[in-house]
């Protein structure tokens, strides 16, 4: 079999996510010989569709799977093509009814599709799905659409909006949450105020999973009886503790100065070797980045008025970091008049131990990233 034949090609797959509040009640339920009653104040319709390239030449069976959790209920699934998944496969629905297997063998630019209807796969505190990239295939997009309407989900302001991260390598379901914000944080494509529906679209993917988080933390672990926000409830030392670890616990706002917080980082590098006692304008450290990407082929070369603007961001950020985090370290600085930044002669910026306290953190942020993707591979 050549390289070609046992690669799939994909031009589209598209998942679709829909899920209404009900009232709680009992609903008597069959599989196989299975007849069970599952408690629920949930259902969804799921439906994914993958469309094959052209240019597809492999013939071996290609995989969906789906598996539900919570003692829910996975209905018989409609399916657009013969299953020819083994039995044994088949025979885990009839013995759970919580999970399903189709095998299909892809042709060449068709459609294939799996819908089904969930009973209590998303009861609170699991609100997320999550999807994984088949092996040995290249997407050429994927779009997956949430959509709230039906669950009294209101967009607008003080809304949590729902997230999607993209993980590059393979973890366990259940696991998933430890390793957000090490992930891709995805930008939703569309948003409609009003309508409560997203949809976020990745291009050429070949590996990884798709993992989608709306109404809970995403940075906490999703057990039973756990808070809507524990990450709030670990800084405050109550509930769990989350084994994320230094300012990737900041959630949120490190995907959103992950860029500065890179610049940040190769700036005290710079430093570290002239120096930690030197000092240089805002144009100095410009260039001696400008030289330093240039060298190394990277991309964190800024403009001094863009360097000025990350190191107020970053102030704030890490002050609210380690007020939460480092109280007692926080305090000392604050007693002892420790700026995050020292100007000096009004102009050039100097690292002080606050600044170089919290290079070590974004150092150690960037490892854990670099060794979490070691571990996965």
């Given at each position: 079999?050549?390289?070609?034949?046992?690669?799939?090609?994909?031009d589209?797959?598209?998942?679709?996510?829909?899920?209404?509040?009900?009232?709680?009640?009992?609903?008597?339920?069959?599989?196989?010989r299975?007849?069970?009653?599952v408690?629920?104040?949930?259902?969804?319709?799921?439906?994914?569709?993958?469309?094959?390239?052209?240019?597809n030449t492999?013939?071996r069976?290609?995989?969906?799977?789906?598996?539900?959790?919570?003692?829910?209920?996975?209905?018989?699934?409609v399916?657009?093509?013969?299953?020819?998944?083994?039995?044994?496969?088949?025979?885990?629905?009839?013995?759970?009814?919580?999970e399903?297997?189709f095998?299909?063998?892809?042709?060449?630019?068709?459609?294939?599709?799996?819908?089904?209807?969930?009973?209590?796969?998303f009861?609170?505190?699991?609100?997320?799905?999550?999807?994984?990239a088949?092996?040995?295939?290249?997407?050429?997009r994927?779009v997956?659409?949430?959509?709230?309407?039906?669950c009294?989900y209101?967009?607008?302001?003080?809304?949590?909006?729902?997230?999607?991260?993209?993980?590059?390598?393979?973890?366990?379901?259940?696991?998933?949450?430890?390793?957000r914000a090490?992930?891709?944080?995805v930008?939703?494509?569309?948003a409609?105020?009003?309508?409560?529906?997203?949809?976020?679209?990745?291009?050429?993917?070949?590996?990884?999973?798709?993992?989608v988080?709306?109404?809970?933390?995403p940075?906490s672990n999703?057990?039973?009886?756990?808070?809507?926000?524990?990450?709030?409830?670990?800084?405050?030392?109550?509930?769990?503790?989350?084994?994320?670890?230094g300012?990737?616990?900041?959630?949120?706002?490190?995907?959103?100065?992950?860029?500065?917080l890179?610049?940040?980082?190769?700036?005290?590098?710079?430093?570290?070797?002239?120096?930690?006692?030197?000092?240089?304008?805002f144009?100095?450290?410009?260039?001696?980045?400008?030289?330093?990407?240039?060298?190394e082929?990277?991309?964190?070369?800024?403009?001094?008025?863009?360097?000025?603007?990350?190191?107020?961001?970053?102030?704030?950020?890490?002050?609210?970091?380690?007020?939460?985090?480092?109280?007692?370290?926080?305090?000392?600085?604050?007693?002892k008049?420790?700026?995050?930044?020292?100007?000096?002669?009004?102009?050039?910026?100097?690292f002080?131990?606050?600044?170089?306290?919290?290079?070590?953190?974004?150092?150690?942020?960037?490892?854990?990233?670099?060794?979490?993707?070691?571990?996965?591979?």
């Open positions: 079999m050549s390289a070609a034949d046992s690669h799939f090609l994909v589209s797959y598209e998942i679709d996510v829909k899920i209404w509040t009900i009232p709680r009640q009992a609903l008597e339920v069959q599989h196989g299975v007849n069970r009653v408690e629920t104040d949930n259902r969804a319709k799921i439906t994914r569709r993958v469309v094959f390239s052209e240019s492999s013939l069976p290609f995989t969906l799977r789906y598996a539900t959790q919570n003692l829910g209920f996975l209905f018989p699934p399916l657009n093509a013969d299953n020819v998944a083994p039995a044994a496969e088949l025979n885990r629905y009839d013995a759970y009814g919580t399903y297997r095998d299909f063998i892809p042709r060449p630019g068709r459609a294939f599709s799996m819908e089904f209807e969930v009973l209590n796969g009861d609170s505190g699991h609100h997320m799905v999550s999807f994984r088949h092996p040995d295939t290249t997407y050429d994927i997956c659409t949430l959509d709230l309407s039906e009294g209101k967009q607008g302001v003080g809304a949590v909006q729902p997230m999607a991260f993209l993980h590059r390598f393979d973890y366990k379901h259940g696991e998933l949450w430890k390793y090490m992930a891709e944080l930008t939703p494509a569309k409609r105020l009003g309508a409560s529906r997203w949809q976020w679209q990745l291009s050429q993917i070949n590996r990884g999973i798709l993992d988080v709306w109404e809970c933390d940075f999703p057990a039973p009886g756990a808070s809507q926000f524990g990450l709030q409830a670990s800084r405050d030392g109550k509930g769990q503790e989350s084994v994320v670890q300012i990737a616990a900041m959630g949120i706002e490190v995907y959103r100065l992950r860029n500065q890179k610049v940040f980082h190769e700036i005290g590098n710079i430093l570290n070797q002239l120096g930690k006692d030197t000092c240089h304008s144009s100095d450290l410009a260039v001696l980045l400008f030289e330093k990407a240039r060298k082929k990277d991309d964190f070369d800024r403009g001094a008025s863009s360097l000025r603007n990350y190191f107020r961001e970053l102030a704030t950020f890490f002050s609210t970091y380690f007020a939460e985090f480092h109280a007692d370290e926080y305090k000392r600085f604050v007693a008049g420790i700026p995050f930044m020292k100007r000096v002669g009004g102009a050039k910026p100097r002080t131990e606050f600044s170089w306290r919290a290079w070590e953190e974004t150092g150690r942020y960037f490892a854990d990233l670099k060794n979490a993707a070691a571990t996965a591979k």
